[in-house]
């Protein structure tokens, strides 16, 4: 044991030798040029390193060192991103081709009115108010009081028509008053809007049987809208025993937060009840 101990004492005071001269040594910069020279031998050895394991890592450093590869990766990376863009493009395409086959199967289902598509080009950021800008005006035969609508249904009217565009004020905004129908009750009533977008509907008749489900459409009274359009469903119905009239909240089939096209119905004019004489011939037209 001590001749062990006899042979291991002189390489561990060596090695503390050695150890105690380095750091002397390297606090005086004596050992920076060989540092230097040891930093340049293992460079190439560090790079390559450090590219195998961002390649095995694949954080979007994918650099290997070998050009070969690297332009591989490089033509791989540009392909995927132009297939993305081309996919992207594609459902483009496909949102529009929907939009304008509901265009068309609103068409053929009242092939009577005229109508003049538009583009949603601006939408009301104000929670108070409710309107759309359209990429249609008078130069397009455009005029104020048309009706708006979609294939789902009523949208609103227009409020301000200049040249180039138009101001489509929606059924939700708070000033909208639009003479409805009960499509199974047959029973009248006055939608008005509300800018949550849940409609009321009030002055429904308080024998009607009306109830959550019942379709609502324009009644064409007052002669402001055509008759028929869709306008919603009844969400909930509110009546006392001593009331006069029934109350109901009426959820539209119109999402006003997608639309992108709206059909501007060109060939319905509405009617100004100012004029007492429309009035009357109206009444006349519709009791001969």
Do not use: C, H
Not at 170 to 185: F, G, H, K
């Amino acid at each position: 044991m001590r001749n062990l101990l006899s042979r291991r004492l002189p390489v561990a005071s060596a090695l503390l030798f050695i150890s105690v001269l380095v750091v002397i040594l390297g606090q005086r910069g004596t050992l920076t040029p060989v540092r230097n020279a040891f930093g340049t031998v293992m460079a190439p050895f560090q790079t390559w390193g450090a590219g195998i394991f961002y390649a095995v890592r694949g954080d979007g450093s994918e650099v290997t060192g070998d050009p070969e590869i690297d332009q591989q990766i490089a033509e791989l990376e540009a392909e995927v991103e132009r297939l993305r863009n081309e996919n992207a493009e594609l459902k483009e395409i496909q949102a529009k081709a929907r939009i304008l086959e509901e265009q068309l199967d609103y068409a053929i289902e009242y092939p009577d009115r005229q109508v003049i598509l538009a583009d949603v080009i601006g939408r009301d950021p104000s929670p108070f108010l409710n309107f759309l800008i359209v990429n249609k005006g008078r130069n397009d035969g455009v005029e104020v009081g048309q009706t708006v609508v979609t294939s789902s249904g009523l949208v609103g009217v227009v409020q301000e028509a200049p040249t180039t565009y138009s101001k489509v004020l929606l059924i939700t905004d708070p000033s909208m008053r639009v003479n409805v129908r009960l499509q199974d009750a047959r029973a009248d009533g006055l939608l008005i809007g509300q800018t949550n977008e849940i409609l009321r509907l009030q002055f429904i008749q308080q024998e009607s049987d009306a109830g959550p489900g019942e379709v609502v459409v324009t009644s064409g009274l007052g002669a402001n809208y055509p008759p028929g359009i869709p306008v919603g469903t009844v969400s909930s119905v509110r009546f006392r025993e001593s009331d006069v009239f029934r109350e109901a909240e009426v959820k539209p089939f119109t999402d006003f937060e997608s639309l992108e096209v709206v059909q501007i119905i060109s060939n319905f004019t509405p009617l100004d009840i100012k004029d007492i004489d429309q009035v009357n011939q109206l009444i006349n037209d519709l009791g001969s």
